[in-house]
């Protein structure tokens, strides 16, 4: 196995930077490095591996301090356990949003003391596709597990009824001190006489059974910026499920934000794409057309004559704001087909076919022009 790198190196930072120096560093390499982005570089997914393992470490203050005085190899082995590292699964879209910070304040600390922070809890919210154009305010209705309204979490309205925990000091867990080799190793675990609580209850609080916490209906308002896409997670810091002990913090709550389909468009991210069905006259001899679109202003496409089906026509800066602002809207591409009749009436009939002798006279013989298409399809 080749030698561990140093985790300022990996990142790129010196010894002094500073917390937001080292997350700023880290985004950037995790994008650049993303295995998602990079599907054709074996390598990209040991560099995101190290590159995680260093943020995770550098970005927790106390881990961080341990680094720095031991090296790799502090006291107690691994901080993540026996099997080392194993990397997170980030998706590209919390390197922008930012949903990844929770991911790694999970790391140290709540694999050994479940139970203490409240929840995170992931809502999937729909939302129209105009928002992706414009942006959007909204807000929602959750019910959500928060600290009792009857009894203001402390599980008994009365005097005593409710009292901290001896066993833990009201903290809910417990730390158990164990020798693992030379090195004293501090194992912290849910307290079992109050199960986690912190707290004895002897006149529970009839709202929530002397549980401290009761569901609530919470609203919740949010917005989004214009380009949004469906996968987008919003987190909303400790507005999760209050923690079963008083004392501890409340999770996170995350939205999930996805953005309903467009009658006609299908998205390519800021691009859209459509379908424009046209009569043969209409690409016989070309014509103008105009459609609502989702900036207001009419999307007028401008059919050039002599147009075949399958044919593209591409509108600059028509589609979607990009997530980066005062850069360039997305386009629209209009892809032509042709719409034919399906019971043509008896005057059409008898026109087209007439054009159809008139136009047999104008075009090449039928295997000369199967030759020139087959040519035509085969140079792309
Ligand atoms: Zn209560
Ligand atoms: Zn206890």
């Not at 099997?83 to 050994?112: A, C, P």
């Not at 008994?156 to 190793?185: L, T, W, Y």
Request: contains cysteine.
């Amino acid at each position: 196995m080749p030698e561990k790198g140093d985790y300022y190196g990996v990142l790129g930072v010196d010894k002094a930077s500073s917390d937001t120096e080292i997350k700023r560093a880290f985004r950037s390499l995790a994008r650049k490095h993303h295995p998602d982005k990079n599907p054709e570089d074996p390598e990209a997914e040991t560099k995101f591996k190290e590159i995680q393992e260093a943020y995770a470490i550098l970005s927790n203050p106390d881990e961080r301090r341990k680094y720095d005085m031991f090296g790799h190899d502090r006291p107690g082995g691994s901080p993540f356990g026996s099997r080392g590292f194993q990397g997170v699964n980030i998706s590209f879209d919390d390197l922008f949003g930012g949903g990844f910070e929770s991911i790694f304040s999970q790391f140290f600390g709540d694999s050994t003391s479940r139970g203490s922070r409240g929840s995170d809890l992931l809502v999937r919210h729909s939302v129209p596709f105009q928002a992706a154009m414009d942006g959007m305010d909204d807000e929602l209705e959750i019910d959500i597990l928060r600290d009792c309204d009857g009894c203001g979490g402390s599980g008994s309205n009365s005097e005593g009824g409710a009292r901290p925990c001896p066993s833990c000091d009201g903290r809910g867990r417990i730390d158990e001190i164990s020798m693992v080799g030379p090195f004293r190793q501090r194992v912290r675990k849910e307290c079992p006489p109050c199960r986690g609580s912190g707290r004895i209850v002897t006149d529970p609080c009839r709202v929530c059974k002397g549980e401290g916490r009761a569901y609530q209906a919470i609203r919740v308002k949010f917005s989004m910026h214009p380009g949004v896409v469906s996968g987008t997670r919003l987190r909303m810091r400790g507005q999760g499920e209050a923690a079963s002990s008083h004392r501890e913090q409340t999770g996170d709550l995350y939205i999930e934000l996805q953005v309903e389909m467009h009658p006609w468009f299908e998205r390519d991210g800021p691009d859209l794409l459509m379908a424009l069905p046209l009569s043969y006259a209409d690409l016989a001899l070309g014509a103008s057309v105009e459609i609502p679109h989702i900036d207001a202003d009419k999307l007028r496409i401008k059919v050039p004559p002599g147009s075949k089906p399958g044919e593209t026509i591409t509108i600059m800066g028509r589609g979607l704001p990009r997530p980066k602002a005062n850069s360039m809207r997305g386009s629209v591409t209009v892809v032509l087909k042709l719409e034919v009749p399906r019971k043509p009436t008896r005057s059409m009939r008898k026109r087209l076919n007439e054009m159809r002798e008139e136009m047999e006279g104008e075009l090449d013989d039928l295997e000369v022009r199967i030759k020139n298409e087959a040519r035509s399809r085969r140079m792309g």
